[in-house]
């Protein structure tokens, strides 16, 4: 089955870094386009960064220019390099992919796990 366990979060400073990863398995990682969200309490998700199989990106407005997703096909990883933190990027961060045969790995109706956790605070 398909599996998605992000890491890397924690507690930082705003104006500090922080790299997470995704790990998955079950599908065909090279082939499928991968994506960072966030969700804070009570609000819905937001789709912060996306790469495609051929490594070309996209990024929410809000962290543009901060943020940079990058993928490991061999180590079927995708991360998210996140520098200059705001308070505002505090939140839940879940990884998420799609391909043609599976759609979205993870449906607006499924449980998304735990995530990780990054909280952004002096």
């Known amino acids: 089955q398909v599996q998605l366990v992000e890491s890397g979060g924690g507690l930082v400073q705003p104006g500090g870094s922080l790299r997470l990863s995704c790990a998955a398995s079950g599908f065909t990682f090279s082939s499928s386009i991968m994506m960072w969200y966030r969700q804070t309490p009570g609000k819905e998700r937001e789709l912060v960064a996306r790469i495609t199989r051929t490594e070309s990106t996209d990024y929410g407005d809000s962290v543009k220019g901060r943020f940079t997703i990058s993928r490991d096909n061999a180590k079927s990883t995708v991360y998210l390099q996140m520098n200059s933190l705001k308070p505002e990027d505090t939140a839940v961060y879940y990884c998420?992919?799609?391909?043609?045969?599976?759609?979205?790995?993870?449906?607006?109706?499924?449980?998304w796990g735990r995530g990780t956790q990054v909280t952004v605070s002096s």
């Open positions: 998420n992919g799609w391909n043609i045969g599976l759609g979205f790995f993870r449906k607006d109706v499924d449980y």
